[in-house]
């Protein structure tokens, strides 16, 4: 997969993942849903690294690579299922989009990495109180909104935390390898909490759209989605792959509109405005002219 193929595909799954994720809970209970996509990623992905030759190491060093990336992908997707009997799905994409941010933090703590600039800072708090804003709408339409929130947040948490600990494994292996590898041991715990979660299998109670949404979401929304994700990140700078997060909340609201019924509200607009405002100078604040020539001068 090439480069420029793998960032478009990463781009268009990224924005349709959380309304597949709400569609895909419809009928089918959330820890269900989410594992029977991981098993589909799973069974398919294994059956592409036995057909292509691809090594699937197994040594101290790649499995703490996979354990890593399961960490993201079990937490971070739980916890996304969950919020999504809570929050629409452009909500969700819209605290994902602060992933960056978040990564930020966790990296300065776990890899010793730079302290963070003071227009970082401030584009944090401007993020941060759009997002507050965001809730604050979310809080009127459902007076349980407060779960889908801090499912949400522990999502985002979970994604991003794994992201900077598998920055600290210095391992460069297939990007199918990878995802194979890191489905391999989060399935299992997927398998565990759906049986502590939920345990039943009431297919006869499963709604054709939920039942495509889970096929989707394991073909295309960890499959290659994932093998997509991972070869941008060896390809690509990090602030490259970030950009990603400028664009997703734009299409998943959009998407939840058209295609789902959901409300736009001024509060999520105006919340939303400044979540993107945040994340667009903490990006491209280093380049405004009164900055670098405040660099200069230090």
Not at 138 to 156: M, Q, R, S
Not at 181 to 197: C, D, E, K, Q, R
Not at 219 to 227: A, E, N, V
Not at 279 to 296: A, N, T
Request: charged share 10%; with cysteine; glycine share 8%.
């Amino acid at each position: 997969m090439s480069v420029s193929i793998a960032y478009l595909a990463v781009l268009l799954i990224w924005s349709t993942t959380p309304l597949g994720i709400v569609w895909s809970s419809e009928s089918i209970s959330p820890s269900l849903a989410v594992l029977l996509r991981m098993l589909i990623a799973l069974i398919l992905g294994a059956l592409l690294i036995k057909a292509n030759r691809i090594d699937l190491p197994w040594h101290k060093q790649a499995i703490k690579l996979y354990t890593y990336s399961a960490a993201g992908i079990f937490g971070g997707m739980l916890c996304s299922y969950l919020a999504a009997q809570y929050l629409s799905s452009g909500i969700i994409s819209l605290v994902f989009g602060l992933s960056p941010v978040i990564s930020a933090i966790l990296a300065k703590q776990i890899l010793a990495e730079p302290s963070i600039s003071n227009i970082r800072k401030f584009s944090m708090v401007i993020s941060l109180i759009g997002l507050a804003v965001v809730c604050s709408d979310n809080f009127t339409l459902a007076h349980d909104g407060i779960y889908g929130i801090i499912f949400i947040l522990l999502a985002v948490f979970f994604f991003s935390l794994s992201g900077v600990l598998v920055k600290s494994v210095p391992l460069a292996i297939h990007p199918l390898a990878t995802t194979v590898g890191a489905l391999s041991v989060a399935t299992p715990m997927f398998l565990i909490s759906w049986l502590v979660l939920d345990g039943t299998l009431p297919v006869e109670t499963w709604q054709a759209k939920s039942i495509w949404a889970t096929v989707y979401l394991g073909i295309f929304g960890s499959l290659i989605g994932f093998y997509a994700y991972f070869t941008v990140l060896q390809k690509l700078s990090a602030s490259s792959v970030t950009l990603i997060t400028l664009v997703t909340p734009v299409i998943a609201l959009t998407l939840g509109a058209l295609l789902n019924g959901e409300a736009i509200t001024d509060k999520l607009l105006i919340g939303a405005f400044m979540v993107l405002l945040g994340l667009s100078i903490y990006h491209f604040g280093h380049l405004l002219p009164s900055y670098r020539r405040k660099e200069i001068n230090r």
